[in-house]
């Protein structure tokens, strides 16, 4: 039962007891006019509960004409009914073409890609395009990274100078290439360096004069002598360097 038709028994309710009051009080009303008029009033909300229920089955074509103010009523509760059923229609449309966006999002390979559906489709959306595209990119970047992996195998080959499996792993290994050889000529050029040092010390018949304090590090000057036998500093005279290797680098003028 509707709530109209609810409201107009509650109604037709409270005036039988009202008549009901008034007949205890010797007042009486319920005369055969009275009864009928309000067997009429039952028939006309019968009737238009009828109608209205018609309406909501979709069982009123809409054909036909009514006296007002039915009619007007009667449009507006086709137009409505109308409606609903197209925003049913609509939702529909729109719960599949979410759903396609979930099957466009797990078609992530070439193979898969050629069952998308086309723009003529009814489910596809705007959004369903922006899935195609996010798609494309993961395939674009998934195809980029086997492209970078097998170049990276062949750089890693060539590193360790054999195709094998990575030790620490394909980076590390390359790195590790890497630190070795930056070491080794680091070493190399300490060992240069060193090298021209020894070279001045001899050609300058130099040695290292040490001091050594309690409690202090040790100092160094390059000293050499003269024919005479006479002390010549060549690091700098009344100046003392932490190392070996500054003294001699200071007499050869090197900072």
């Not at 966006?101 to 009814?122: F, L």
């Not at 060539?158 to 070795?180: F, H, Q, S």
Request: aromatic fraction near 6%; hydrophobic fraction near 35%; charged fraction near 30%.
């Amino acid at each position: 039962m509707t709530d109209d038709a609810t409201k107009m028994k509650q109604e037709r309710d409270l005036a039988l007891a009202e008549c009901e009051r008034l007949r205890t009080r010797h007042w009486t009303i319920l005369d055969d006019m009275n009864k009928s008029e309000l067997d009429a009033y039952d028939l006309g909300c019968a009737e238009s509960i009828a109608a209205v229920d018609k309406i909501l089955d979709g069982k009123d074509d809409g054909s036909g004409t009514n006296n007002e103010p039915w009619y007007t009523q009667r449009k507006r509760l086709l137009s409505l009914t109308a409606e609903c059923e197209r925003l049913k229609t609509a939702l529909e449309i729109e719960r599949m073409r979410l759903a396609g966006c979930g099957v466009a999002a797990m078609q992530n390979t070439e193979a898969s890609k050629a069952e998308r559906i086309t723009k003529d489709n009814p489910y596809w959306s705007a959004s369903y395009g922006d899935v195609c595209r996010a798609v494309d990119a993961e395939i674009e970047a998934r195809e980029n990274y086997l492209g970078a992996c097998e170049t990276i195998a062949k750089m890693h080959a060539a590193a360790v100078g054999e195709i094998t499996g990575p030790i620490r792993g394909v980076v590390e290994d390359v790195v590790d290439v890497k630190l070795n050889l930056d070491l080794s000529l680091a070493e190399c050029e300490r060992l240069r360096a060193d090298a021209e040092r020894l070279d001045f010390v001899l050609d300058n018949c130099a040695f290292i004069l040490t001091t050594a304090s309690e409690g202090r590090p040790n100092t160094y000057q390059l000293l050499t002598q003269d024919e005479d036998e006479n002390y010549i500093v060549l690091s700098g005279e009344g100046v003392w360097f932490p190392t070996h290797r500054a003294a001699i680098d200071a007499a050869r003028g090197k900072p």
